[in-house]
């Protein structure tokens, strides 16, 4: 089968042949149609995760996918073949991951079936980004009535995070530029902010605080504007683990780093709002597997205003 994988941390995606893998029992093969790129995948090529992380050479890059069920292990009896599913495939001791015309799933791992609505192309783009804002308003325990900022609102866990968001009845502030206002209050957004001017613009609209603030993107050591806009008890919750918990209890506010876990249950539940038409994912590049290697070296310095999947 063909896969992008990496020879070494470090070293350029290449597109391969390598055998296709077999399903040991409990799992699921799967003929993934299309794998949803997300910034975790380029940071773990380039040995972000060396330290913790002790993979197979070539690994295959990626975990998001969405296909079909073609054979499935002893003992699986969530799924058979000819189901249609989407979720995480990746399983870097192996030397698997999602970037690849076949992948396996554990069938009680972070598996589930498509949304009916969606194709493959679309599914693939799901699992991480909106999983993880489904974690992140979780995490916030985001309510009706709140008036929350999401910082990094414009990319693809940000337009997942503005809707589910406002569907628990918060009143959302999006940063984004003047040309990316149509594109944020598409998704709910009841206001924007500039992202170099934020804090002082959500100040001057809300001079008794917000709720809570959903730091998408900011590193450790430049929350403090976002965190000065929060009334006593409000929240902030960060998904690249810029917070000082300890430090935020101290001044009376509730600080979560936030790590995505998808569960089948998660996975369902999106399934199930996107197939009711509550939410959706934006799908800005469908990029055939070939150019995946010339599209994985720019893609970290273009500006994201959504999901790019690769063709399988
Ligand atoms: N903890 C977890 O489990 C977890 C899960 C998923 C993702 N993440 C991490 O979370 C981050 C966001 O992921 P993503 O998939 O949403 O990335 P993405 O699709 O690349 O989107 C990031 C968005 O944030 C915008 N942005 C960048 N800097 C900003 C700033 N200072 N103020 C306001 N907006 C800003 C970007 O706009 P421009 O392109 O114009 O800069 C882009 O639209 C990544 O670092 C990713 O690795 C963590």
């Not at 149609?33 to 690994?59: C, E, H, Q």
């Not at 008890?233 to 936030?258: K, T, Y």
């Not at 569960?263 to 800005?284: C, H, K, M, S, Y």
């Amino acid at each position: 089968m063909r896969a992008i994988a990496i020879s070494a941390f470090g070293a350029d995606p290449e597109l391969i042949e390598v055998p296709e893998p077999e399903p040991r029992p409990g799992e699921i093969l799967v003929r993934l149609r299309a794998a949803g790129y997300n910034p975790v995948d380029t940071k773990i090529a380039g040995g972000a995760m060396k330290g913790v992380m002790s993979p197979a050479f070539p690994l295959i890059m990626g975990q998001d996918g969405a296909g079909v069920v073609t054979a499935v292990g002893g003992e699986v009896s969530r799924f058979r073949p000819g189901d249609e599913v989407y979720g995480r495939f990746s399983h870097p001791a192996r030397g698997l991951g999602s970037y690849a015309e076949y992948a396996v799933a554990a069938e009680d791992g972070p598996v589930a079936r498509m949304p009916k609505g969606m194709t493959p192309e679309q599914a693939a783009a799901v699992p991480t980004a909106t999983g993880t804002a489904w974690d992140v308003v979780e995490a916030a325990r985001i309510d009706e009535g709140q008036t929350v900022l999401i910082v990094g609102a414009t990319g693809g866990v940000g337009q997942s995070a503005i809707q589910l968001a406002a569907l628990r009845g918060a009143r959302v502030i999006a940063t984004a530029a003047p040309a990316d206002e149509d594109l944020v209050r598409g998704f709910g957004a009841a206001e924007t902010v500039d992202r170099d001017r934020a804090a002082e613009q959500v100040r001057a609209a809300h001079p008794d605080g917000i709720d809570a603030v959903l730091e998408l993107v900011s590193p450790a050591g430049a929350t403090g504007p976002a965190e000065a806009l929060l009334r006593p008890g409000g929240v902030i919750c960060s998904i690249v683990h810029a917070l000082d918990p300890d430090a935020l209890a101290a001044r009376e506010l509730r600080g979560v780093n936030v790590i995505n876990h998808p569960t089948p249950q998660v996975l369902t539940n999106l399934a199930d709002l996107i197939d009711a038409g509550r939410l959706r994912v934006r799908v800005e590049a469908q990029v055939p597997l070939e150019r995946a290697p010339a599209e994985l070296r720019e893609i970290a310095g273009r500006r994201a205003r959504g999901k790019t999947v690769f063709l399988l």
